[in-house]
């Protein structure tokens, strides 16, 4: 049994402990039991941590972070609820195997604030975890960012290339009343996905998947190899987010 405590009391933060006081039947997660929530650095003080994602608002600090939790020998998990659902695990088994040619990823959502949640490329990097477990390691070719501040709208625009040096372009559009949504136009050599499969209902919710796979880490059930290549994905999209937001700030585009 490992006794947990929820850093932090958001939305997330109360799913999490909704989740632990009823955990799953016969699941990893019924080895968690909830102490509390408080807010502190548990992972300095040699704690198990699971963190939302993104995981820091910078590459440096998100390395450093993970350096220390392998020096204490703690996991680290990162929650990114976004690779469990439904609609994602359907796009993935449909464009398994095929020949990419070019691809875009469009998302739309409502005005965050970037004093808490960072330059967009880190606040949203559940798009770019998609493209780079979708299309593997991706090499950033430019980016830019509009802004209109007279109406709080920011439109960022990153061109990436494949290991194959196929295009891929991923587009974080947020102004007010702006609609959250995901549109995708991936095409390959067999033909091109401009919607998103049909996908079932599951009976499980995000935050309880990802709990039991933390359980899972804890009780050693995950293997070395998924391991370190969830730690490459989480580490890559990082050092990419920041790449990213350098080329978008190298001038920073601002109209008024």
């Given at each position: 049994?490992?006794?947990?405590?929820?850093?932090?009391?958001?939305?997330?933060?109360?799913?999490?402990?909704r989740?632990?006081m009823?955990?799953?039947?016969?699941?990893?997660?019924?080895?968690?039991?909830?102490?509390?929530?408080?807010?502190?650095?548990?992972?300095?003080?040699?704690?198990?941590?699971?963190?939302?994602?993104?995981?820091?608002?910078?590459a440096?600090?998100?390395?450093?972070?993970?350096?220390?939790?392998?020096q204490?020998?703690?996991?680290?998990?990162?929650?990114?609820?976004?690779?469990?659902?439904?609609?994602?695990?359907?796009?993935?088994?449909?464009?398994?195997?095929?020949?990419?040619?070019?691809?875009?990823?469009?998302?739309?959502?409502?005005?965050?604030?970037?004093?808490?949640?960072?330059?967009?490329?880190?606040?949203?990097?559940?798009?770019?975890?998609?493209?780079?477990?979708?299309f593997?390691?991706?090499?950033?070719?430019?980016?830019?960012?509009?802004?209109?501040?007279d109406?709080?709208?920011?439109?960022?625009?990153?061109?990436?290339q494949?290991?194959?040096?196929?295009p891929?372009?991923?587009?974080?559009?947020?102004?007010?009343?702006?609609?959250?949504?995901?549109?995708?136009?991936?095409?390959?050599?067999?033909?091109?996905?401009?919607?998103?499969?049909?996908?079932?209902?599951?009976?499980?919710?995000?935050?309880?998947?990802?709990?039991?796979?933390?359980?899972?880490?804890?009780?050693?059930?995950?293997?070395?190899?998924?391991?370190?290549?969830?730690?490459?994905?989480?580490?890559?999209?990082?050092?990419?987010?920041?790449?990213?937001?350098?080329?978008?700030?190298?001038?920073?585009?601002?109209?008024?």
């Amino acid at each position: 049994m490992f006794g947990t405590v929820v850093v932090g009391v958001g939305i997330a933060g109360l799913a999490r402990i909704r989740d632990l006081m009823n955990p799953m039947p016969s699941s990893p997660s019924e080895h968690l039991k909830l102490f509390g929530f408080v807010s502190r650095m548990f992972l300095e003080a040699g704690k198990h941590v699971l963190v939302e994602y993104p995981m820091a608002l910078s590459a440096k600090a998100a390395h450093e972070l993970w350096e220390m939790a392998e020096q204490k020998g703690k996991v680290l998990h990162v929650e990114h609820i976004e690779l469990l659902t439904e609609e994602y695990k359907q796009l993935k088994k449909e464009v398994a195997g095929k020949d990419l040619v070019k691809g875009t990823l469009h998302f739309t959502g409502s005005v965050l604030d970037e004093n808490k949640s960072g330059f967009p490329a880190f606040s949203g990097i559940a798009r770019l975890t998609w493209l780079i477990d979708l299309f593997g390691d991706l090499t950033v070719t430019s980016a830019t960012r509009e802004k209109q501040k007279d109406k709080n709208y920011s439109r960022m625009t990153v061109h990436f290339q494949t290991a194959n040096k196929k295009p891929l372009t991923w587009i974080e559009e947020r102004g007010p009343g702006m609609r959250r949504e995901k549109k995708i136009n991936f095409c390959f050599t067999s033909g091109c996905l401009e919607n998103f499969p049909e996908a079932p209902r599951s009976s499980v919710g995000l935050f309880m998947q990802d709990q039991n796979l933390f359980a899972k880490k804890l009780l050693g059930q995950v293997s070395k190899e998924e391991l370190a290549a969830e730690k490459w994905r989480i580490l890559r999209c990082l050092d990419l987010a920041e790449v990213i937001q350098q080329y978008c700030e190298e001038p920073e585009k601002i109209y008024s």
